[in-house]
């Protein structure tokens, strides 16, 4: 069965530090890949996300990930975070000609100090 | 344009005890899926619903059901109630005209079970 890794389950950075969070898959045919946010108190918000074409997604609020198909991978950056970024994010996929449900890894905690 | 809204925003059971989630979709969206957020996890697929017929199941006891109704809303039932469904519920809806998997997630009901 599919499923998701997420490699950091909590992450503290000061403003203006680099972002990085990981993210491998394990499905060997097509996906979709996603990237949610979830700020507290408030619902589940699509990032950004992956069908196809330029590997490099560009999303909201400054984020971009990286799909590398070779590494199973879909890692999360932003070159400089917010206070604001404080939030829990989750990495997600669909494996294409299985089924439209998502799989979600556990999720990182991300807490930016002011 | 309100987005996926779901009822109630918190709800206290007991043991043993029925509860019923509910899940309106955006206007014109016929896709409904349920996943369960336990507390520092990501979420667990429930059930897909489209136009009013089960389209998937995920890992969930027959405790769970689910059902679609013809103006597209939902409702998620689960009983006999055990202190481990204690969860946020979330509904997320979808359409076609959306792309592929565009997902709104509401911002679900959080179960206590006592």
């Known amino acids: 069965a599919q499923s998701v890794s997420q490699h950091n389950h909590h992450v503290i950075l000061s403003e203006a530090a680099s972002l990085e969070l990981g993210c491998n898959y394990s499905y060997g045919g097509t996906v979709n890949l996603f990237w949610y946010v979830q700020y507290p108190g408030q619902h589940l918000q699509l990032l950004l996300k992956?069908?196809?074409?330029?590997?490099l997604v560009k999303g909201i609020k400054g984020f971009e990930a990286e799909f590398i198909k070779s590494k199973f991978s879909f890692n999360l950056r932003k070159p400089s975070v917010q206070w604001s970024d404080t939030a829990e994010y989750f990495c997600?996929?669909?494996?294409?000609?299985?089924?439209?449900?998502?799989?979600f890894g556990k999720g990182t905690r991300l807490h930016i100090l002011p | 344009d309100a987005g996926v809204t779901q009822s109630p925003t918190h709800l206290i059971k007991t043991r043993g005890q029925h509860v019923t989630l509910r899940c309106s979709p955006i206007s014109g969206h016929k896709s409904v899926s349920w996943y369960q957020q336990v507390l520092g996890q990501g979420p667990q697929f429930i059930f897909q619903y489209y136009e009013k017929e089960e389209r998937g199941r995920g890992n969930f006891p027959d405790r769970f059901s689910a059902r679609q109704f013809p103006n597209y809303s939902s409702e998620l039932n689960v009983n006999a109630l055990l202190l481990g469904d204690s969860a946020l519920y979330l509904c997320?809806?979808?359409?076609?005209?959306?792309?592929?998997?565009?997902?709104?997630f509401g911002s679900g009901t959080r179960l206590t079970v006592v």
């Open positions: 997320a809806s979808s359409s076609p005209s959306q792309g592929p998997y565009g997902y709104t």
């Open positions: 997600a996929v669909i494996a294409m000609n299985r089924d439209d449900k998502i799989i």
């Open positions: 992956y069908f196809s074409g330029d590997p």
